[in-house]
C-alpha cells in the first residue's frame, strides 16, 4: 500500500470528513493559518458537504438537490482535498488508510487529525429493514425518494387492483425526532400537490403511517408543541402511532408492536443515528456509544488523558455540553452544534500549533428548534416563544436560507423558492433514474427493420 507523505516542511492537518463541522473547520484554518504553516487535507468520500436540514425539501420537492450541497473545491481554496472513505485511523503511528472509489487505498500521513465523520442511521436488527428499508442522511436517498414517491402515484393511478394501489400508495416513516417529523411532512405535502393531477386517485387511496417506539414525538421541542403537531399530522391524514415500534417489513409486509400488519411499497427510517463506525477502526478513545471523547476545547481525551494531535466534535463525538442541556451531560447530534464547535476546535488547533497552552472552552446555549411541515406550514420553539403554522415556516426558510454555508448556496435556495412560489412546485418524477442505460440497451437489443428489396427500375 503506497504512503503518501507530507513535506516535513510543514505540518498537515488532516480533517476526516468534510460535512457541516469539517467544512467549516477547515476554512477557519485556511482563514487564519500562516503563508506556509500547515497543509491541510479534507477527506471525504463526496466532494460535496450536504446541509442535511434540507433533505426532506428536496424529498419533498421543494429545493433541487444540487442547491443542498456545497463543492469541497470551491469552498477550500488553499486545502488539499481528497474524494475517498477513510477506512483505518492509527492515531499512534499518525496516519490514515485512504480508500478511493475505484482505486487502490493508500495510508496518509498527518501531525494533527481532526475527526468530523459524522454519524450514520441507528438501523435496528428488525427482520426486511436493510433490504426494504431507506434512510435519510444523503442528497442521493432524498433525490431517490422524490422519483420515487412521485412515480409510485403515476404507477398507482393506472393500478386496478386495490391491494396493489394500496401498498404502492402507503409511505411508512419510522422515527417521530426531527428529521422524521419533517420527511412525513414535507412528502405528504407532496403527494397531495401529485394526487390532484391524477383523475383516478383521490386523496383517500393515499396512506402515510408515523411509527415512534416513545410516547412523544420531537424531544427538541416542548410537550405542547409536539402534541399541537401530532394533533396537525392527523388532521392531515396521517396515522401516528406513538408508543409503537415496527417490529419486521419482510417483503415490504409492514408489522406494528400494535399488532397491525400492511404492505408498504416504502419505509422510510429515521430513527435515530449514531457515531461513525470507522472510528471502531482506529485507536482513540470511545465511549461506551461509539463516539470519540472530547474535552469542552475539543481535544480528544481518553482514561490517560489528552490525546495529543486529535480533535474532534460534531456528531462522531462526545463533547460535554457546558449550558447544562443536552444529553447525558453531551452535546446533542445537530448542526447547531456543529457550525458553532468548528471555529472553537480552528482556534484551538491553530493556538496548538503554535505551541500556546491556553484553549477555548466551547460553550453553547441551545437557541431552540425550527422545522417545516411541508408548504406554509410549520412549528419552532425559541425559548418560551411557540410559533405554529405560517410564522414557524417562515422562521424556518429564514434561518436555514441563511444557514446553508456559501452565499451562492443561498442565493439559489432563495431564488428555487421564490421560482416555485410563483411558477408552483415541481411533482413530475424522472424515471429510470437507477438504471439510466435502460433504454440505450433497449435500442441496442431491438430488432433491425426488416430489408426490403429496392424496387427494380
Ligand atoms: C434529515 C435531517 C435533518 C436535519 N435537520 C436538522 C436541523 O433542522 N437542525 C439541526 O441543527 N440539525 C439537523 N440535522 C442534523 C445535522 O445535519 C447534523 O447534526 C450535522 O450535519 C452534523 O455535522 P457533522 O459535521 O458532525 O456531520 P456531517 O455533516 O454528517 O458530516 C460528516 C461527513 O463525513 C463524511 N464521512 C463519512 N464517513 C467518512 C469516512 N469514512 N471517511 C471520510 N469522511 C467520511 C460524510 O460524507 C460527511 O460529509 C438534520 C439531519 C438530518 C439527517
Redesign the pocket.
Known amino acids: 500500500m503506497a504512503l503518501i507523505r507530507n513535506s516535513k516542511l510543514r505540518p498537515r492537518v488532516l480533517v476526516?470528513?468534510?460535512?457541516?463541522?469539517?467544512l467549516v473547520t477547515a476554512q477557519n484554518l485556511l482563514k487564519n493559518l500562516g503563508r506556509g504553516e500547515a497543509t491541510v487535507t479534507v477527506?471525504?468520500?463526496?466532494p460535496y458537504?450536504?446541509y442535511?436540514?434540507f433533505?426532506?425539501e428536496v424529498a419533498g420537492g421543494s429545493i433541487e438537490p444540487r442547491h443542498a450541497v456545497v463543492s469541497l473545491r470551491r469552498n477550500l481554496k488553499g486545502a488539499e482535498v481528497v474524494t475517498g472513505?477513510?477506512?483505518k485511523i492509527v492515531h499512534a503511528d499518525k496516519y490514515v488508510v485512504v480508500e478511493p472509489e475505484g482505486d487502490e487505498p493508500f495510508e496518509l500521513d498527518y501531525d494533527q487529525i481532526v475527526l468530523?465523520?459524522?454519524?450514520v442511521p441507528r438501523a435496528l436488527p428488525i427482520p426486511g429493514l436493510k433490504e426494504e428499508a431507506i434512510g435519510?442522511?444523503r442528497i442521493e436517498e432524498a433525490v431517490y425518494l422524490r422519483d420515487h414517491i412521485l412515480d409510485q402515484v403515476a404507477k398507482a393511478s393506472l393500478m386496478e387492483n386495490d391491494e396493489e394501489r394500496r401498498k404502492a400508495l402507503t409511505f411508512v416513516n419510522v422515527g417521530g425526532g426531527?428529521?422524521g417529523i419533517?420527511?412525513i411532512a414535507e412528502l405528504e405535502d407532496m403527494v397531495r400537490s401529485a394526487v390532484a393531477q391524477y383523475e383516478t386517485l383521490t386523496e383517500a387511496d393515499v396512506r402515510f403511517v408515523l411509527v415512534e417506539a416513545m410516547s412523544r414525538i420531537m424531544p427538541e421541542v416542548g410537550e405542547s408543541q409536539a402534541a399541537w403537531v401530532v394533533e396537525h399530522l392527523r388532521e392531515r391524514g396521517v396515522d401516528v402511532y406513538l408508543d409503537t415500534f415496527m417490529q419486521d417489513c419482510t417483503d415490504k409486509l409492514v408489522k406494528l408492536s400494535n399488532g397491525e400488519e400492511f404492505y408498504a411499497d416504502t419505509i422510510i427510517w429515521n430513527a435515530g443515528v449514531k457515531a461513525?463506525p470507522?472510528l471502531v477502526d482506529s485507536d482513540l478513545p470511545l465511549d461506551e456509544r461509539g463516539r470519540v471523547t472530547a474535552r469542552a476545547d475539543l481535544r480528544v481525551e481518553g482514561e490517560d488523558g489528552v490525546v495529543e494531535g486529535a480533535w474532534a466534535a460534531?456528531?462522531?463525538a462526545a463533547v460535554p455540553d457546558l449550558s447544562g442541556g443536552g444529553v447525558g451531560g453531551f452535546c446533542v447530534?445537530?448542526?447547531?452544534h456543529?457550525v458553532r464547535q468548528a471555529p472553537v476546535l480552528a482556534q484551538n488547533l491553530l493556538a496548538a500549533l503554535r505551541g500556546e497552552t491556553e484553549f477555548k472552552q466551547y460553550f453553547h446555549k441551545n437557541l431552540g428548534a425550527v422545522?417545516g411541515l411541508g408548504l406554509y406550514k410549520g412549528v419552532s420553539q425559541m425559548g418560551d416563544f411557540e410559533a405554529r403554522g405560517i410564522l414557524a415556516w417562515a422562521m424556518h426558510r429564514g434561518y436555514?436560507g441563511y444557514a446553508i454555508p456559501t452565499i451562492d448556496r443561498k442565493v439559489r435556495v432563495f431564488a428555487g423558492w421564490a421560482l416555485n412560489f410563483v411558477l408552483g412546485r415541481d411533482v413530475m418524477p424522472l424515471k429510470d433514474l437507477e438504471v439510466p442505460f435502460k433504454a440505450f440497451v433497449e435500442a441496442a437489443e431491438s430488432k433491425p427493420a426488416p430489408r426490403k428489396e429496392p424496387a427494380k427500375a
Not at 476526516?16 to 469539517?22: D, E, I, Q, S, T
Not at 468530523?116 to 454519524?119: D, L
Request: aromatic share 4%; glycine share 14%; no cysteine.
Open positions: 476526516v470528513g468534510g460535512g457541516y463541522l469539517g477527506v471525504d468520500p463526496n458537504m450536504t442535511q436540514p433533505l426532506p472513505k477513510v477506512t468530523a465523520a459524522g454519524s435519510l442522511k426531527f428529521a419533517e420527511t461513525n470507522v460534531g456528531d462522531n447530534p445537530n448542526a447547531q456543529a422545522a436555514h
